[in-house]
Each structure stands twice: as C-alpha cells, then as structure tokens.
C-alpha cells in the first residue's frame, strides 16, 4: 500500500513563504500526476497545484504566480513552494498521487495545517 507523508506545514506572517513536502513510501513503479489540494474551515476541499509525470503543472487561479509545485522522481517527492501568502490562503493542505504500483493506486497525505496571519 502506497502513503504520503507531508511535512513543511506552519504559522507564517501575512507575506512569507512555506514550503511544502510531499513523498510517497511504499512499492511504487511509476507514478502520474502529484498534486495538492487544500480545505479550508467550513469549505470544500479545493485543488492547488497538480503536476503530470511529464512536468505539465497547472494551478487555481488564486495562487497563480505566487506558489509553484515541483517533483523529484528518484525520490518520488512533490514540493509546493508558497510564497506572498496570504491569511485566505490558511488550510489543511492534503498531497495526492496516483501511479501504479501493486495495482494502481490514488493516495492522499494526512494533511499539515498552514496558518497566515495578517
């Protein structure tokens, strides 16, 4: 079975930066699309960032030119680097994956809560 441990969550000032890690652990044989998602108090869970195997990256268009989400393959890891935050920009937020691996798979991190004060 595939998991996602995230770490990087924390209380940032309005205008700082966090960086976000994400690695998948288990029997993994290839892995697609890694991407981050977030949900805020009293909200739907919202899609971030997602990146394809390829490199392909695409982003909701409230973080556009202030987050970027990057991978690194041999560690099977995904990044989200957050910078200019913002206090709306306060949630859990959750990676996701989905590759093959025993089977195909779809897993979700634990989530690591992000705090901007303003």
């Known amino acids: 079975q595939v998991q996602l441990v995230e770490s990087g969550g924390g209380l940032v000032q309005a205008g700082g930066s966090l960086r976000l890690s994400c690695t998948a652990v288990?029997?993994?044989?290839?892995?697609?699309?890694m991407g981050w998602y977030r949900q805020a108090p009293g909200k739907q869970r919202e899609l971030v960032a997602v990146?394809?195997?390829?490199?392909?990256?695409n982003y909701t268009d409230s973080v556009k030119g202030r987050f970027a989400i990057s991978r690194d393959n041999a560690k099977d890891t995904v990044y989200l680097q957050m910078n200019s935050l913002k206090p709306e920009d306060t949630a859990v937020y959750y990676c996701?994956?989905?590759?093959?691996?025993?089977?195909?798979?779809?897993?979700w991190g634990q989530g690591t809560l992000v705090t901007v004060s303003s």
């Open positions: 996701n994956a989905v590759g093959l691996g025993e089977g195909f798979f779809e897993a």
């Open positions: 288990g029997y993994i044989f290839s892995i697609d699309a």
């Open positions: 990146i394809a195997g390829g490199g392909s990256t």
